[in-house]
Nanobody, 118 residues
Framework: QVQLVESGGGLVQPGGSLNLSCTAS????????MGWYRQAPGKQRELVAD?????????NYADSVKGRFTISRDNVKRTVFLQMHNLKPEDTAVYYC??????????WGRGTQVTVSS
């Protein structure tokens, strides 16, 4: 069972920046996707960004974060990062790290709170 541990959440003013990181407890070989989802109160969990492991490192972003957020991963450190800039109040949510092994298993972190407020 892979454990995912997130860090880096907190309180920031609108227009500010935060960096999130998530480290997996063990290496995963083969095709896998690491990503970030978020869930605001009263709303469904939604994809923020994900990145495919391997040479292509194909990346997807939600339209709402394009141009403001950047996802990256370090396979040696088993870590995925999310750099968030120009944060808006509507970015307030619990951010969850996800590791997906297609047609196999899906792992979630416990989540880290991001609050954007003045």
């Amino acid at each position: 069972q892979v454990q995912l541990v997130e860090s880096g959440g907190g309180l920031v003013q609108p227009g500010g920046s935060l960096n999130l990181s998530c480290t997996a407890s063990e290496s995963v070989f083969g095709v896998n996707i690491m990503g970030w989802y978020r869930q605001a109160p009263g709303k469904q969990r939604e994809l923020v960004a994900d990145i495919l492991g391997g040479g292509t490192k194909r990346i997807n972003y939600a339209d709402s974060v394009k141009g403001r957020f950047t996802i990256s991963r370090d396979n040696v450190k088993r870590t995925v990062f999310l750099q968030m800039h120009n944060l808006k109040p509507e970015d307030t949510a619990v951010y969850y790290c996800n590791l997906n092994i297609p047609s196999s298993e899906n792992f979630w972190g416990r989540g880290t709170q991001v609050t954007v407020s003045s």
